[in-house]
């Protein structure tokens, strides 16, 4: 990916979101676990046959203050915060539906991941995020567009890196569990009446 060809990119996402109408009923506020921070999420439809967008408007709470404003070209704007043992908080989102973004409100840093070959559509679509209690490793629910859901586990160790490390993928992937402690979590796999218990443990 260079550049250029992404601002290429995000322009035409910009120019279809400026026709957009906001749905007023859709907005949402979501404050961080330090209560420092709160996203704002709202819907926006356009025209017949075109697919919603979303929009995430990050403030500080006591001033309103907007640190960054994020239009995503897809209507569900799937989001979570993740804290570290340091103390460092980051909200994670996707600006586009094929990538995905790393954000620590605190410093205004916004790190924007998007695969070349996102291009031609083949991206792997972020869907939802459990970070471990650590906040070291990010369990991912999503797919590739058309494709069965797969769990795909993160390096968030150190979060400015781009793209992060893939610990693991899972790919016979049913629904998420909960983790079990900072390194192992559980979740299921298979179908129908072949659903099964599994785990992952993170050894490093």
């Known amino acids: 990916m260079t550049i250029s060809s992404y601002t290429e990119w995000r322009e035409e996402i910009l120019e279809h979101f400026a026709k957009m109408f906001l749905d007023k009923t859709s907005t949402e506020v979501h404050v961080s676990p330090s209560g420092v921070f709160s996203l704002e999420i709202s819907t926006y439809s356009g025209w017949k046959d075109s697919w919603n967008y979303s929009r995430g408007i990050l403030r500080y709470v006591a001033t309103g203050q907007v640190i960054t404003d994020i239009i995503r070209n897809y209507g569900m704007f ?12 980051f909200l994670l989102c996707g600006e586009d539906y094929q990538g995905y973004n790393v954000i620590e409100p605190a410093l205004g840093t916004n790190i924007v991941t998007f ?3 996102a291009f031609k559509g083949h991206g792997f679509c972020w869907a939802a995020v459990h970070p471990s209690p650590d906040g070291r490793t990010l369990a991912v629910e999503g797919c590739f567009w058309a494709c069965p859901y797969e769990l795909v586990f ?18 016979d992937f049913e629904s998420f569990g909960r983790w079990l402690n900072s390194d192992e979590c559980s979740f299921t796999v298979g179908e129908g009446e072949n659903i099964t218990n599994s785990k992952w443990a993170r050894f490093d």
């Not at 799937?78 to 908080?89: A, L, N």
């Not at 160790?157 to 790919?171: A, D, F, I």
């Open 78 to 89: 799937w989001f979570t915060w993740v804290v570290q043992q340091t103390g460092r908080e």
């Open 154 to 171: 993160f390096d968030f160790s150190e979060p400015q890196r781009s793209p992060l490390p893939e610990l693991h993928r899972v790919q």
């Open 115 to 117: 695969p070349a070959e």
